[in-house]
Structures are given as structure tokens and as C-alpha cells.
């Protein structure tokens, strides 16, 4: 009877608002019709900002047991919150991956890894199911991947096939990346480019980041697209050197006989990472998959002191930096074609997945803390 008695309350009180308008204004025709359009359009306006799509959040926690430090679960906790805010609808996924201790044998190494190993398939078969359901209810769907997981995990994650999304997903803002882009990223060179790739940029799922600014929380870090693998622009690439530096003679003894080289991307606050990722390269270090090997000259992408400034145009052009010095390094030294990059790593959790996502499985990401003196397996 509430609502019943309201609706005709409505009807009564709109059905009497030309006569109010007449009452004031007279009979003024022209008038009357431009407010009855504009009227017609902003009521079209709202019910369909009303009805706008604000996607699914995705969220993927990978708890590492025997890890260096103890694992905090608050950030899926804030995770799952930002995206409830934010999303239509929020899907997580959490599930512990017990690494082998620091000591244990080669035979629990191996076992370690089997069980890693299954619990990422595990993983991803659970976020495509996801993803395959979006789909089909709606293409359009928004889709914001958040991942946390250590580096080797989240970039592992990024090469699944699976995740290389072709369906049309679009990504939305998760926080503040456009009032947080710095001002000299945005180049005439980009703005034209961007405005090319527009509705490539639309349909990409995008890498939300925990932000380290006060009063902050998540941020759109990466947007997954093919823009990651374009050459950079003249005014990028004086931007990205500025992010990281290339370093394609470092102060390396290779290993003459090795069979690998190494990649060493460094946009962590980690000083002594560089040295001590250089130091495992030579000497010879085990893969995910268990494999030692000695590499034999090195490439250093390096962030310095500072952390990444925290803006979608910084995060992905680090990370098209980080894919061009690489493609170029390997372009001009033929004789080191032949053997297997290996990527060392310090980064923001959704760097190292964007990674693993233009790498995919032509590079062996090497876990820290490094693991030598093991017999070679395969992996």
C-alpha cells in the first residue's frame, strides 16, 4: 500500500508540473519543448550511468609458506574490499603454496616444486573458469585482475596462456591513476598514440597495485594489451631511462662455458639486489623448474634507490622498457642465441606478472633466495 500509495504521489506530482510551468511562465511552447528534451535527456543519462557495468574484481592471493618473512593476509582482505567498492562483483581466490624450507633436501626441493606447480594450475583453471563466465553473460565486462604473490609466482602466473585474455575484457579504474600519471609522461608523441590505440586500450584487463601513499590504496598499475611489446617513442625512452637505466655491460664474470644469460630487472628499493642477482648468475643458481645453470653475460635494467612513481603511464612504460632493452640486447649479440634467458627480479608484484605475460615462456624466472649446488633436473 506504501508503494502504491508513493507511485500515484509521483504521477500526481508530475502530471502537475506543466501547469506550474504554464502557471510561471505562460504559453511559452518553444521554452517548454527544450525543457521537456533536456529533461528526457538527463533522465536518459542517469538510468544509464545507474546501469554502467563497473565489472568483476578478481583477486589472487598466493600465500607462501617457508618464506623469508612471515606472510601478512591483510592485504587480500583490502584487496577483496577495493574491489567490492569498486566492482559490481569481487570473485577471490586464496590458497597457500608451501615452498620448500631453507634446508631441506633435493628431494623435497623436488617435491615442493610438483606441489607449486599443481596449486598455480589449480589457480589459474579456477580465474579462467571465471573469466570464461564473464564472457559469456557479457563481453563487455570490466575486469580487474589483483595478484598477490611472490615475484616468481605472479610472473609464472603471467605466462599461463590462459591469461593471455583475447576476449573482449575492458579494464576499469581502480584508485587514482590519471590524477596520479606524471605530468612529463604525456608526450605529443604518446597522446597521438594513445588516441590510435584507443579501443585496443578498451578492451584490456587491467593490474591493480598497493599503493604506499598515505590515505591511498589500490591503483590501476598495467593495463594487459599488446601496447606492452610496441617500441617506445624517442620522448618514452628518455622517460623510461630516466625510470630505470640499462646497464648492457655491468660488472659481470660471466662463466665462459655457461649455458644461460641473464636478465636482471632491478624497480624495487633493494640496494644490495643487483650485486647479489650478478654474484647467483655466475656461480650458477636453480630455475623454478630446479635447473642450475651458469650464465655467461648479463643485461641490468636498474631502478635505482627509488621506487616507481605510482601511475599507469609509468608502470607500463617500465615494463615496454624492460622488453625493448631486452630485445635489443639479444638482436646484437648473436652468439648468445643459443642460450636460455634467465630473469632475476625485484619489482612490484603486477610488474613481474606483466612480465611473464610479454616474456611468456622464452624466459626462466630464478626464485630468491637462490638455490645452487644442486644436481641438474629438468624441469
Not at 528526457?40 to 557495468?53: H, M
Request: aromatic letters at 6%; proline letters at 6%.
Amino acid at each position: 500500500m506504501v508503494a502504491a500509495l508513493a507511485g500515484v504521489a509521483a504521477a500526481v506530482a508530475a502530471g502537475t508540473v506543466p501547469d506550474v510551468i504554464k502557471g510561471w511562465w505562460g504559453d511559452q511552447k518553444w521554452f517548454l519543448t527544450v525543457l521537456c528534451v533536456a529533461a528526457a535527456v538527463l533522465f536518459t543519462g542517469i538510468n544509464l550511468w545507474q546501469q554502467r557495468s563497473r565489472g568483476v574484481g578478481i583477486v589472487i592471493s598466493l600465500e607462501r609458506k617457508n618464506w623469508r618473512d612471515p606472510w601478512s593476509g591483510q592485504w587480500a582482505g583490502a584487496a577483496a574490499d577495493h574491489a567490492r567498492r569498486n566492482h559490481d562483483s569481487c570473485f577471490t581466490v586464496r590458497h597457500t603454496i608451501t615452498g620448500a624450507a631453507l634446508d631441506a633436501d633435493a628431494s623435497a626441493r623436488v617435491v615442493a616444486r610438483k606441489e607449486r606447480k599443481d596449486a598455480l594450475d589449480m589457480v589459474c583453471a579456477l580465474v579462467t573458469a571465471r573469466l570464461t563466465e564473464i564472457s559469456e553473460s557479457d563481453p563487455s565486462t570490466p575486469v580487474s585482475l589483483y595478484v598477490n604473490a611472490v615475484l616468481p609466482d605472479a610472473f609464472e602466473l603471467g605466462t599461463k596462456p590462459k591469461f593471455n585474455v583475447q576476449r573482449e575484457l575492458r579494464g576499469v579504474s581502480a584508485g587514482h591513476q590519471e590524477s596520479a600519471s606524471a605530468p612529463e609522461a604525456v608526450t605529443p608523441e604518446t597522446s597521438s598514440q594513445e588516441e590510435d590505440d584507443g579501443p585496443e586500450l578498451d578492451v584490456a584487463p587491467v593490474l591493480p597495485q598497493r599503493s604506499e601513499r598515505a590515505q591511498s590504496d589500490f591503483f590501476t598499475s598495467v593495463r594487459i594489451s599488446s601496447r606492452l611489446k610496441e617500441p617506445l617513442t624517442p620522448a618514452e625512452a628518455v622517460r623510461a631511462e630516466k625510470l630505470a637505466r640499462v646497464v648492457d655491460e655491468p660488472d659481470f664474470a660471466g662463466a665462459a662455458e655457461g649455458r644461460a644469460v641473464a636478465l636482471v630487472v632491478h624497480l624495487a628499493d633493494n640496494p644490495l639486489m643487483v650485486a647479489q642477482a650478478l654474484r647467483a648468475a655466475g656461480d650458477g643458481c636453480a630455475n623454478l623448474g630446479g635447473r642450475v645453470e651458469r650464465c655467461r653475460a648479463a643485461l641490468v635494467i636498474d631502478g635505482g634507490p627509488a621506487n616507481l612513481p605510482e601511475s599507469t603511464v609509468d608502470f607500463e612504460l617500465v615494463v615496454r622498457h624492460v622488453y625493448a632493452a631486452w630485445r635489443a640486447w639479444i638482436a646484437a649479440r648473436p652468439q648468445h642465441h643459443d642460450a636460455k634467458p634467465r630473469l632475476f627480479i625485484a619489482a612490484p608484484a603486477s610488474v613481474g606478472f606483466a612480465l611473464g605475460w610479454v616474456f611468456g615462456h622464452t624466459v626462466d624466472v630464478v626464485p630468491h633466495p637462490y638455490e645452487t649446488g644442486e644436481t641438474c633436473t629438468s624441469s
